[in-house]
């Protein structure tokens, strides 16, 4: 545009904005898929702070791109944590496993090879049960990319950590009452009947009748089979939820 104090546009002028204009619409056509990979990149990142257990996005020199709040809170024991910006263990030859496993998986991914993993145990004190480590490669056009570098996903599992269950969740996909949320909940996360009974201040004939129910409403047949559906079912809190505080507490 041009103030009406100065002269049209010319022949030159026009010459110009046809040389310029390609370049303008690719740079306005790169913004936008920018624009849009970057915010993909924030929702799948926001949804594995939810559902994901501690995680870290790795190039292959083992400097972190990416860790969720999980992680971050895991880091601070520091048996794994990540240090400078990157991923560290308080044991020499755990970080020396865990750097070696990075750059295999990095490597696999520059050959071809899309599906490296690797598993390592990481011992903490005697009363604890050691972390597991997962490192595996991750597609390189993961933000939509392609001709970014690899890069490495580390998983770590607190075998102690206790599974907190979403008793609304349970009972908006599966029928349940508060009273059998509540049970359900608590086996799944590891309780056994007799300590369920004593915390609700129920008997065991009651716990066991909402166990039965349970299994009914989510067509298992063992108490075995209703922790898995349940801890394989989104419906994991994401923050300490007793029985009854979410108010499906009722009997």
Do not use: W
Not at 3 to 32: C, E, G, W, Y
């Amino acid at each position: 545009m041009r103030r009406p104090s100065q002269p049209p546009f010319d022949a030159v002028d026009l010459t110009r904005m046809k040389i310029l204009a390609p370049h303008i619409n690719r740079a306005m056509r790169l913004f936008v898929q920018s624009s849009a990979g970057d915010r993909q990149c924030r929702a799948a990142f926001a949804a594995l702070d939810h559902i994901a257990p501690a995680l870290a996005v790795l190039e292959g020199s083992g400097h972190v791109v990416y860790r969720n709040d999980k992680m971050l809170a895991l880091a601070r024991e520091g048996d794994v944590s990540i240090l400078n910006g990157r991923v560290h263990a308080r044991s020499p030859q755990i970080r020396a496993r865990l750097l070696t496993a990075v750059q295999d998986c990095h490597q696999a991914v520059l050959g071809g090879r899309s599906h490296l993993s690797r598993a390592i145990a990481v011992p903490r004190s005697p009363e604890r049960s050691p972390l597991a480590v997962l490192v595996g490669s991750a597609r390189s056009d993961v933000c939509g990319d392609a001709s970014a570098s690899p890069l490495v996903v580390l998983l770590v599992t607190d075998p102690d950590a206790c599974h907190e269950i979403q008793r609304s969740a349970l009972s908006e996909l599966y029928g349940m009452t508060g009273a059998e949320a509540d049970v359900a909940g608590m086996l799944a996360e590891g309780f056994s009947p007799d300590e369920i009974a004593r915390e609700l201040a129920i008997s065991l004939n009651t716990v066991r009748t909402h166990m039965k129910r349970a299994f009914e409403k989510t067509r298992v047949g063992r108490q075995a089979d209703l922790v898995r559906v349940l801890l394989t079912s989104p419906v994991h809190s994401p923050g300490p939820l007793g029985p009854g505080e979410d108010g499906s507490g009722s009997t």
